[in-house]
Nanobody, 118 residues
């Protein structure tokens, strides 16, 4: 199973970006899908997560600005980021929990860089 993330880039403060992450490969079913961020010199942290049933959870720092969604038919998760701030800068990684035949597995995407200029 592989994840292909896209949508990162350079944007001015207050701007918007939409990240996408598509899963491909031998997947029986997909569970949670999430986005994590790693800022320069910091540890990777959870930004947002969405369950298979559509329940969402966000880091306090992005509530009201970011929206996570998923397209189950396309095994894709999205992150709509509005009102971006310089402190949002970092590499964004998608993460997916899935079932491979009958065994639980998880996989990370390759990361996409988001840079927010002030």
């Amino acid at each position: 199973v592989q994840l292909q993330a896209s949508g990162g880039g350079l944007v001015q403060a207050g701007g918007s970006l939409r990240l996408s992450c598509a899963a491909s490969g031998s997947i029986s079913s997909i569970g949670n899908m999430g986005w994590y961020r790693q800022a320069p010199g910091k540890e990777r942290e959870l930004v947002a997560i969405i369950t298979s049933g559509g329940t969402t959870n966000y880091a306090d720092s992005v509530k009201g600005r970011f929206t996570i969604s998923r397209d189950n038919a396309k095994n894709t998760v999205f992150l709509q980021m509005n009102g971006l701030k310089p402190e949002d800068t970092g590499v964004f990684y998608c993460h997916v929990d899935y079932i491979w035949y009958k065994w639980p597995r998880d996989v990370w995407g390759q990361g996409t860089l988001v840079t927010v200029s002030s």
